[in-house]
T-cell receptor, first 116, second 113 residues
Framework: AQSVTQLGSHVSVSEGALVLLRCNYS??????LFWYVQYPNQGLQLLLK??????LVKGINGFEAEFKKSETSFHLTKPSAHMSDAAEYFC??????????????FGQGTTLQVKP | DVKVTQSSRYLVKRTGEKVFLECVQD?????MFWYRQDPGLGLRLIYF???????EKGDIPEGYSVSREKKERFSLILESASTNQTSMYLC????????????FGSGTRLTVV
């Protein structure tokens, strides 16, 4: 079965510093990959997704992620953190085992703290 | 934009009550999902449905049931609420192809006292 691992449940950066949130998946077949963001007391919002086109994917709010098949990774980055980036971030991978039911498998989430 | 609407943002219920959480989507999505979210445990799938009147158990279905009588509405039912069901509940919907990802509702924070 497909699985996804987010390294680090909490990440803290200073405002203006690089943001790097790590995500690794387990699959011999390149999956579809997603990053979602959740602001306090809200639902999840799609940041970006990889669907086998370009390996470097740009999303909203200045975030981007690079699909690296050799490393089975899909890390999320942003060059310069802003206070408003403080949120919880979830990586998700398509569950190929579920055929056409469109299920995603979510990581445990990483809380990003941005310090002034 | 697709909208997924959860009927309540905050809900307080008593132990033993039957609780209904409602979710409605307005873009003709085939799939609908119910998750619960707890600190340190991420999102855990309770039930999902890929068609009207169709449902499949997720990872933690015990103590819950669902109903999907119309395509746009997916209800989560707590048959007899217990304190360990205090949580944030998230509804999501999607087209049948996983490539499009999910659209989430704003969540319902349920407290069982």
């Amino acid at each position: 079965a497909q699985s996804v691992t987010q390294l680090g449940s909490h990440v803290s950066v200073s405002e203006g510093a690089l943001v790097l949130l790590r995500c690794n998946y387990s699959s011999s077949v390149p999956p579809y990959l997603f990053w979602y963001v959740q602001y306090p007391n809200q639902g999840l919002q799609l940041l970006l997704k990889y669907t086998s086109a370009a390996t470097l994917v740009k999303g909203i709010n200045g975030f981007e992620a690079e699909f690296k098949k050799s490393e089975t990774s899909f890390h999320l980055t942003k060059p310069s953190a802003h206070m408003s980036d403080a949120a919880e971030y979830f990586c998700a991978v398509s569950d190929h085992g579920s055929s056409n039911t469109g299920k995603l498998i979510f990581g445990q989430g990483t809380t990003l703290q941005v310090k002034p | 934009d697709v909208k997924v609407t959860q009927s309540s943002r905050y809900l307080v219920k008593r132990t033993g009550e039957k609780v209904f959480l409602e979710c409605v989507q307005d873009m003709d999505h085939e799939n609908m999902f119910w998750y619960r979210q707890d600190p340190g445990l991420g999102l855990r799938l309770i039930y999902f449905s890929y068609d009207v009147k169709m449902k499949e158990k997720g990872d933690i279905p015990e103590g819950y049931s669902v109903s999907r009588e119309k395509k746009e509405r997916f209800s989560l039912i707590l048959e007899s609420a217990s304190t360990n069901q205090t949580s944030m509940y998230l509804c999501a919907s999607s087209l049948s192809q996983v490539i499009y990802g999910y659209t989430f509702g704003s969540g319902t924070r349920l407290t069982v006292v």
